[in-house]
Antibody, heavy 118, light 108 residues
């Protein structure tokens, strides 16, 4: 059974850094793309970016390029989403999701709620 | 950048058929995927590659795609189908994924 387990909720202050994680199991971690999706409170889904852990090929949406970093550690089947300096507008639920192709997400994690507030 | 347009809401009575559209420039040339998201839950893939269903998704869910419009059709709608539905494509010209704005399905 494919499972993606995300790290727990975070409460941070503006300007702080953060790295959230997503651990995959039940499939070949290096053979599936894994991406991140943002959902701001009461809003829709936004495609942020995606990585292929097998060779670290990474694509970003222009809206998120330079704002976040996506990475993966294939030795522990874990993908990451990180910020160097959080803003209040980063407050959202963040989902990781994986797919056999770069074009879609077949399986989703449970989500990580990030709250940024002074 | 590629834009997908969905109606904000669709309402349907139980047992009837719901049709949720997703508009985009020449979307018929792309593969469209649909996700269902119930309140407080993560999204679930319900249709992929225009009209295929993942294992475990009822046959009541189907999809089509032609020209500038893709459509998710839910037959014999049940109360449990009430959710937000999102279409998604891969935009090969910009090498990124794109979601539609989402449609809230209300079962009357």
């Amino acid at each position: 059974e494919v499972q993606l387990v995300q790290s727990g909720a975070e409460v941070k202050k503006p300007g702080e850094s953060l790295k959230i994680s997503c651990k995959g199991s039940g499939y070949s971690f290096t053979s599936y793309w894994i991406g991140w999706v943002r959902q701001m409170p009461g809003k829709g889904l936004e495609w942020m970016g995606i990585i292929y852990p097998g060779d670290s090929d990474t694509r970003y949406s222009p809206s998120f390029q330079g704002q976040v970093t996506i990475s993966a550690d294939k030795s522990i089947s874990t993908a990451y989403l990180q910020w160097s300096s959080l803003k209040a507008s980063d407050t959202a639920m963040y989902y990781c999701a994986t797919g056999s192709t770069v074009t879609r997400f077949d399986y989703w994690g449970q989500g990580t709620l990030v709250t940024v507030s002074s | 950048s590629y834009v997908l347009t969905q109606p904000p809401s669709v309402s349907v009575a139980p047992g009837q058929t719901a049709r949720i559209t997703c508009g985009g420039n020449n979307i018929g040339s792309k593969s469209v995927h649909w996700y269902q998201q119930k309140p407080g839950q993560a999204p679930v893939l319900v249709v992929y590659d225009d009209s295929d269903r993942p294992s475990g998704i009822p046959e009541r869910f189907s999809g089509s795609n032609s020209g500038n419009t893709a459509t998710l059709t839910i037959s014999r709608v049940e109360a449990g189908d009430e959710a937000d539905y999102y279409c998604q494509v891969w935009d090969s010209s910009s090498d990124r994924g794109v979601f539609g704005g989402g449609t809230k399905l209300t079962v009357l």
